[in-house]
Each structure stands twice: as C-alpha cells, then as structure tokens.
C-alpha cells in the first residue's frame, strides 16, 4: 500500500534536517528518508579505538548566522582552534596568528608574515574592508576569481603563495583559488567573526543536536530514495505519496535527479593519526594548523587535533588529522609520513594510522559567475535545498534548508 505523507524530505544531511526543524516550527508535518543509517550527510564522525574521527577534517566557525539560530553552543562545547597558520617553509616555521583574538605568537607576526611591505599593506586592506562590508555587498559586487580578487588587491608574491594559497585551499579544496571571490569574501568575514572550532565530541554532535529537535520516528533512516515521479517517491521500502517534496540529497543525486546546472565535486583525503608526546613540544602544543609554503610533499594541512579537543582521544593520547586535496587525494602513507614529518619537524615512524576517509565529493564548485542564493523551487510541488544551493558549507546547508522550508510553507497556501 502506498503511504502518504504531507512533505518528503530526502536526506538527513544537515540541510534535510534544518528544514525538517523550520517545517515543525510551522506546524507542517513532514517524513524524512535518509539512505544512510544516521543523520548528518557530510558532518558525521566515527569512535575507533576511543579516538573520535570526524568524516574528514572539518571545522565549525561559531559566526555562522544559522547555525547561531538553530545550535546550543553551550551544549557543542565547541574547542577554538588557533586563529592563524603555522607555515613550514623550508627549515623556517613561521607562525602567522590574529594577534586581537590570540595572545600567543603575536610578537612573531611582524618577522614571520610572508612577503613585502606592499603585499602586507595589501592585506591590512582587505581585512579592513571586511569589518565594513555588508553580506549584501558581498553578494551584489561583481564576481571573479578569489585568485584574481586577492592579486587585485595587492596580496601577490610571497604572501599570495606561503600563506593565503596554502591556507586557502584547504578550505575551498582546490589550489587554484579559482572558487568565486563571493564564497572567499564570506569565508574571510567569518573567520574575522569566528575562531573556527570544533564539538568537543566531534562534528557529528551538530547533527545530532539537530536531529534531537525532532521526534526520532520522523526520520527514516536506511531508506534509499531511488526515484521520483510526480509526487510519488520509490524507496528501498516501498512507494510513498507526498504532497510536496523535498530533495535534500548530496549535490551529484541532486543535480542529476532534477536536471540542474552540473556541478564538479572537489575530493580530499583525511588521515589520522595516533601520535607520540614528542609533538607537544611544537609550537607550545596550540592547536594550530599547519600548511606547507613550499609543497615538499602531499599534505594540504594537518593539525593536532588533542591540542583543542583533548576529548577526542581517550587517555592523554594524541590525535593528529593530515589532509590531502587532487591531485594528491590517493597518496601512499610512507609519503604522507615523511610529509607530516616535515611539517612538524618531528620523528613519525612510531605514529600509528587509525583511519583513512577518502571522500570523493566533499565539496561542490562554486566557480564564478556564482549565487550566494539560487532557486529552491523546482515546480509547484518539488523543491531542492543543499549546499549547492548557497554556499559549499555548513551555514550554506543550512540556511538552505530553512529557506527551503519557507518555499513550502508558502506554496501550502500557509
Ligand atoms: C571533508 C569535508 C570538509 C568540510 N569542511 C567544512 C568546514 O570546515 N566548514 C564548513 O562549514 N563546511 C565544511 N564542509 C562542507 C559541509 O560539511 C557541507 O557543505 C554540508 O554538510 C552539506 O550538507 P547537505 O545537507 O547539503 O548535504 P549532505 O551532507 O551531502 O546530505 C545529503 C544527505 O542525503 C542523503 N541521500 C543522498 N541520496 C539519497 C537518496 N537517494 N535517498 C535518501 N537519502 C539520500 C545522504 O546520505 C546524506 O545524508 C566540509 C565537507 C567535507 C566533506
């Protein structure tokens, strides 16, 4: 017998939750059905060995606005990471750090910041422009590359490729800085506003804090949604009827489902590691990440994570996350080691690997000209919310899916 349902939400990831959370607020009944056996999509973490391993590195910055709405920080227990980079660069270690938000390194940045005084000037700016840019001035100025913005505003050279490459990367996982200059203006904002941090017990408590604002039976977990005609779904578990519905699945299912624009999927690579006590004695033990200014290996960044979040290692242990973007996604572990050891300038042979994640659509491309804001409404009934809706983040999933949600209320007649 085909079941019927009010609105289908496809997908527990964190916009299908956000979503869910606004369609309740508004009293409109909804069922959610999530392939996977639990809730979060891409902020998910693992227990191994008492080592908590978050689906890939990742970081929550406390100044995005939904998830300030829609979180309890207090109960996240979130663990600030150092504002700043320690760039290796050769046998140098320079440690870059915000010195308003950070009173350690902050005598360092003069000697340390890479590049000429012009540069550096150039940087100031762009940071100042920050503190008085509004998001719709982000959103409204001209798009171009990130690459193209930061050379137009003076940061080239040595600054351009020790520090804002290295760092940026990691973030937009791309090395060409060829992601649209908007998602670069937000992220800067954020980090301005924020020090990015993370749950005390891994990523996966943001969405679990967020699946607990609904009753349990509403989300329909290991239930593969595996097409959509009209207003019917076919699931793994039968045929569902749903006056409106709600695609809120990874952008590839999404994209293809629903005839929308192609996105390219950026992968990356996330190694952790059981360290020794050695390392503690780098940089004071801060939970800094570190970036390579002269790519003498495959590593993007790496950081101990014990150093901010001891919680996610049991008994003092040590835990240090290394991450890989294309075209190094697939390295081999001696290599990833001799890098690690490079970047920390300690001894790794004796470190362990609890677990690799290669995840192979981490990201989707936000390439200029870009949207901070596309449709959600597909017709009358069928709706999309996700990252590749907004933006390539967490505040992106979710402001998606709230905006979502008041698609639907509105096309309830509500
Ligand atoms: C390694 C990594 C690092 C990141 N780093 C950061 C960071 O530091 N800061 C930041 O803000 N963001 C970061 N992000 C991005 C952020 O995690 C994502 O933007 C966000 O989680 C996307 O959420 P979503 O709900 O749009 O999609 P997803 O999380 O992809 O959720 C989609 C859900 O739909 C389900 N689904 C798919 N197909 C079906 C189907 N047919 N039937 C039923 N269910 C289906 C999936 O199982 C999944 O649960 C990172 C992401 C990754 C992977």
């Given at each position: 017998?085909?079941?019927?349902?009010?609105?289908a939400i496809i997908?527990?990831?964190?916009?299908?939750?956000?979503?869910?959370?606004?369609?309740?607020?508004?009293?409109?009944?909804?069922q959610i059905y999530e392939?996977?056996?639990?809730?979060?999509?891409?902020?998910?973490?693992?227990?191994?060995?008492?080592?908590?391993?978050?689906?890939?590195?990742?970081?929550?910055?406390?100044?995005?606005?939904?998830?300030?709405?829609?979180?309890?920080?207090?109960?996240?227990?979130?663990?600030?990471?150092?504002?700043?980079?320690?760039?290796?660069?050769?046998?140098?270690?320079?440690?870059?750090?915000?010195?308003?938000?950070?009173?350690?390194?902050?005598?360092?940045?003069?000697?340390?910041?890479?590049?000429?005084?012009?540069?550096?000037?150039?940087?100031?700016?762009?940071?100042?422009?920050?503190?008085?840019?509004?998001?719709?001035?982000?959103?409204?100025?001209?798009?171009?590359?990130?690459?193209?913005?930061?050379?137009?505003?003076?940061?080239?050279?040595?600054?351009?490729?020790?520090?804002?490459?290295?760092?940026?990367?990691?973030?937009?996982?791309?090395?060409?800085?060829?992601?649209?200059?908007?998602?670069?203006?937000?992220?800067?904002?954020?980090?301005?506003?924020?020090?990015?941090?993370?749950?005390?017990?891994?990523?996966?408590?943001?969405?679990?804090?967020?699946?607990?604002?609904?009753?349990?039976?509403?989300?329909s977990?290991?239930t593969?949604v595996?097409?959509?005609?009209?207003?019917?779904l076919?699931t793994?578990?039968?045929?569902?009827?749903?006056?409106?519905?709600?695609?809120?699945?990874?952008?590839?299912?999404?994209?293809?489902?629903?005839?929308?624009?192609?996105?390219?999927?950026?992968?990356?690579?996330?190694?952790?590691?059981?360290?020794?006590?050695?390392?503690?004695?780098?940089?004071?033990?801060?939970?800094?990440?570190?970036?390579?200014?002269?790519?003498?290996?495959?590593?993007?960044?790496?950081?101990?994570?014990?150093?901010?979040?001891?919680?996610?290692?049991?008994?003092?242990?040590?835990?240090?996350?290394?991450?890989?973007?294309?075209?190094?996604?697939?390295?081999?572990?001696?290599?990833?080691?001799?890098?690690?050891?490079?970047?920390?300038?300690?001894?790794?042979?004796?470190?362990?690997?609890?677990?690799?994640?290669?995840?192979?659509?981490?990201?989707?491309?936000?390439?200029?000209?870009?949207?901070?804001?596309?449709?959600?409404?597909?017709?009358?009934?069928?709706?999309?919310?996700?990252?590749?809706?907004?933006?390539?983040?967490?505040?992106?999933?979710?402001?998606?899916?709230?905006?979502?949600?008041?698609?639907?209320?509105?096309?309830?007649?509500?």
């Open positions: 017998m085909t079941k019927q349902v009010e609105v997908g527990a990831g964190l916009a299908g939750l956000a979503c869910a959370i606004e369609l309740q607020k508004n009293k409109i009944d909804f392939a996977s056996d639990g809730v979060g999509g891409r902020v998910r973490s693992d227990v191994v060995d008492g080592f908590t391993l978050d689906r890939g590195f990742q970081l929550y910055n406390p100044s995005y606005a939904e998830g300030k709405r829609l979180l309890n920080y207090q109960d996240l227990d979130l663990k600030p990471f150092t504002p700043g980079v320690a760039i290796r660069d050769g046998k140098r270690l320079r440690l870059v750090v915000d010195p308003f938000r950070s009173r350690d390194f902050r005598f360092r940045l003069l000697r340390d910041l890479p590049g000429n005084p012009f540069s550096q000037l150039g940087l100031v700016r762009y940071f100042l422009k920050y503190l008085i840019t509004s998001d719709a001035q982000i959103a409204t100025t001209k798009d171009i590359s990130a690459q193209t913005s930061l050379t137009k505003s003076g940061i080239k050279g040595a600054l351009l490729e020790k520090l804002f490459r290295p760092f940026l990367q990691g973030v937009f996982l791309e090395s060409e800085l060829s992601t649209s200059r908007k998602f670069l203006d937000v992220v800067l904002k954020n980090f301005l506003q924020g020090i990015p941090s993370v749950p005390a017990k891994g990523m996966q408590e943001i969405s679990n804090q967020l699946a607990a604002k609904l009753p349990k039976e509403k989300i977990l290991n593969k595996l097409s959509i005609s009209g207003n019917k076919t793994s578990e039968g045929e569902i009827e749903a006056r409106k519905i709600v695609v809120a699945t990874d952008p590839t299912t999404a994209i293809s489902w629903l005839k929308l624009e192609p996105k390219k999927m950026y992968s990356v690579t996330t190694w952790y590691f059981k360290a020794d006590n050695s390392i503690n004695s780098i940089v004071k033990a801060k939970p800094i990440l570190f970036v390579d200014a002269q790519k003498t290996g495959p590593l993007t960044n790496a950081v101990v994570i014990t150093n901010a979040a001891p919680s996610y290692a049991p008994h003092g242990e040590v835990l240090v996350s290394a991450s890989a973007i294309s075209p190094n996604e697939n390295a081999d572990l001696s290599s990833v080691k001799k890098h690690l050891s490079h970047l920390f300038g300690v001894n790794t042979d004796n470190w362990q690997l609890i677990k690799e994640y290669k995840i192979k659509e981490a990201l989707p491309e936000m390439t200029p000209p870009f949207s901070l804001v596309s449709s959600n409404q597909i017709n009358k009934d069928l709706f999309v919310a996700g990252d590749h809706r907004v933006t390539s983040s967490i505040q992106g999933a979710l402001l998606s899916g709230t905006n979502t949600a008041t698609l639907v209320k509105v096309s309830l007649g509500l």
